[in-house]
């Protein structure tokens, strides 16, 4: 299995930027979706996760409003929209998938496979 992230980079507070994760190896619709971020010296948080047919999304509260992820089942894909970049939202980020977790709770622990991360750096 494999969960190739791509799309970060470095911007400038109030720019957007589009992650995109490809999954293989896995009958990708029936995993939940998920993004996930790790500051330096923080622990890895959740971001937004989407469900196995798309018909929910769920963001945690320091993105809401600003970020949308979305899936496409055919492709194997689920991106992440971000709009109106802070600083706090430099970090890697993590695309993730789980049979059984989904939603603003999702434990790390309940992740079935993580990708590699891409760096995303936003300066003021």
């Not at 047919?53 to 992820?69: E, L, M, N, Q």
Request: hydrophobic share 35%; charged share 20%; net charge positive.
């Amino acid at each position: 299995v494999q969960l190739q992230a791509s799309g970060g980079g470095l911007v400038q507070a109030g720019d957007s930027l589009r992650l995109s994760c490809v999954a293989s190896g896995l009958t990708f619709s029936s995993y939940a979706m998920g993004w996930f971020r790790q500051a330096p010296g923080k622990e890895r948080e959740f971001v937004a996760a989407i469900t196995r047919a798309g018909g929910s999304t769920y963001y945690a509260d320091s993105v809401k409003g600003r970020f949308i992820i979305s899936r496409d089942n055919a492709k194997k894909t689920v991106d992440l929209q971000m709009n109106s970049l802070k600083p706090e939202d430099t970090a890697v980020y993590y695309c993730a998938a789980s049979r059984f977790s989904y939603g603003t709770n999702w434990p790390l622990g309940g992740t079935d496979y993580w990708g590699k991360g891409t760096q995303v750096t936003v300066s003021s």
